[in-house]
C-alpha cells in the first residue's frame, strides 16, 4: 500500500491537538506504520523558525512572514516528509498549506496567487491524500481558548483575521472536495472523533 500523506489543520482552538492524541491510536490499533509531525517546525531548522515566526515580538513583513513558512515547510519536505514516504511509512502533519493560503491569504490578505506560485515551487506537485479541516464558528474557539495563559503572534489576532481565516480554509474545500474532510468540530469531542476516524477509514479502506 502507497503511503498516505495526511494533514490535519483549522483555526486555533479548533480541536486540533485534542484529535491528534486519537488519530495516534487510530493507526496504533491497526499497527501502520506513520510519523506524526508539525509545521511550522518538523526539523530542527523549521522548529527555529516555528519559534521566530510565533514569537509577538517578530516585526517580520506578510512577505517575510509567508517565504519563512515555506521554507520551514521546504526543509521539512526534504527531510522527513518525503524520505518518509518513500519508505512506506505514512504522514500526519499538524498544519500544512492550506494554513498559509488561511492565515497568510485569508486572514493577512497576501494574493492567493502567490502562495500557489510558492506552493508549486516547493511542493513540486506533492499534496496531501487527505486533509481533515476541523470548522468551528469563531466564537466558539475563542470560548475554547480562552484558558490559554500566553498566546502566540497568531493567536493575538482579531475576530476579523480569524472569520477571514476560516473562510478561506473552507473555500479551498469547497474548491478541491476529493481531498478534504470538512469536519464540525463544534460537536462533543466523540462524534468529531468518530468523524475522523470515519474518514481515515475511507482513505485506507475505500468500498469498491
Ligand atoms: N469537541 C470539543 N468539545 C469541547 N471542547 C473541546 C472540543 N475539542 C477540543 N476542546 C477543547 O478546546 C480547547 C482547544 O482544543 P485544542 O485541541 O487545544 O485546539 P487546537 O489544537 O486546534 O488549538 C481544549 O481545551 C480542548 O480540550
Ligand atoms: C503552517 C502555518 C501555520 N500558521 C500559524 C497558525 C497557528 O496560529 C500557528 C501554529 O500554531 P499551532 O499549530 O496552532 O500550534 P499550537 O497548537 O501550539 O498553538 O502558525 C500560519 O500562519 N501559516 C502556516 O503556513
Known sequence: ????FI???GIDGAGKSTHLAAMRQWFAQRNLPVLFTREPGGTPVGEALRALLLNPATQANLRTETLLMFAA?????DDIIRPALAAGTHVVSDRFTDATFAYQGGGRGLPLADIAALEQW???GLQPDLTLLLD?????SLQ??????SKDRF???NADFFNRTRAAYLQRAAAAPARYAVIDSNQDKAIVSAEI?????RLFEPRP
Open 73 to 77: 515547510r521546504q526543509q521539512h519536505l
Open 136 to 140: 468551528i464558528p469563531l466564537a466558539v
Open 122 to 124: 516547493v511542493q513540486q
Open 1 to 4: 500500500m502507497n503511503a498516505r
Open 144 to 149: 475554547r481558548i480562552e484558558s490559554h495563559r
Open 7 to 9: 494533514t490535519l489543520d
Open 155 to 157: 493567536e493575538q489576532e
Open 197 to 201: 476516524d470515519a474518514a481515515l477509514q
